[in-house]
């Protein structure tokens, strides 16, 4: 509603007055108890209001202690599936740290193996084969000489074939 003059403001006051009190244009109240019941309805939700609010009230108040409770009974519970998880991960470790090792030791005596073979073929090659160690020997000297390690001792030995001995101060 559009209010033009003041005497229009005045007007459109005493109306919203007259209305909100339950007095009518003939300044007689409407139905004779409305500002009762309005009343009436105002005590009633003022009561509603203060039960909602005593409700959410004491709803804080119960529900942050078992909130507390709540997050840390969840943080023990986190701290917990870490714990098992980390020594999951260490067990899982360890389990691969000895399967490698097994591993590496199966290779090693593979290569034992591989090496006994070797020693063995060229023990069995070098059995009645003098002529061979002879020569060997020979070239151990000459090798030797070119070393500088001139010095050769005799010395008789079982079967009264010479052994060489080096000197070794050189």
């Not at 459109?12 to 019941?37: A, D, E, H």
């Not at 005596?109 to 023990?123: D, L, M, P, S, T």
Request: glycine share 10%.
């Amino acid at each position: 509603m559009r209010v033009s003059s003041v005497e229009g403001i005045r007007f459109y006051i005493r109306r919203r007055i007259r209305y909100n009190t339950g007095v009518s244009r003939s300044r007689r109240p409407i139905l004779g108890s409305f500002s009762l019941i309005h009343m009436q309805n105002t005590t009633t939700q003022n009561f509603i209001f203060i039960c909602l609010l005593g409700a959410i009230i004491g709803g804080f108040a119960f529900g942050f202690p078992q909130y507390g409770v709540y997050t840390k009974t969840l943080n023990g519970k986190a701290q917990l599936q870490e714990a098992e998880f980390t020594r999951q991960v260490a067990v899982l470790e360890a389990k691969a740290k000895l399967d490698s090792a097994k591993e590496l030791a199966q290779a090693e005596v593979e290569r034992a193996k591989g090496v006994a073979e070797a020693n063995r073929i060229i023990g069995d090659s070098l059995k009645g084969n003098n002529d061979y160690l002879s020569y060997l020997w020979i070239t151990g000297l000459e090798e030797g000489n070119k070393n500088g390690n001139k010095t050769v001792y005799m010395i008789p030995t079982q079967g009264n074939i010479p052994a060489p001995v080096f000197n070794v101060d050189k």
